[in-house]
């Protein structure tokens, strides 16, 4: 049995669950950067036109109407 790769296998798994840990800390204070709730309204303002569209399948009369109106319907559902 060689203690050199017991420590080394020991010591790996330390470091390892070390950064795991400072890394959920990490995204644990985050919260209170970023908020826990998302606005629905500035999400679907990243997606583009065609993406909106494909939200409202089945919705009628959507070909001419601009982003804002789109959101609007999508929110209104």
Partial sequence: ???NTITD???IFFLAA???FFQALKD???IFQEGIFVDQRQMLLKKTNKELKAMLVGVRRISNLNKTQLINLILES
């Fill in 18 to 20: 070390i950064i795991i």
């Fill in 1 to 3: 049995m060689n203690f």
């Fill in 9 to 11: 296998g020991v010591v």
């Fill in 28 to 30: 644990l204070l985050s």
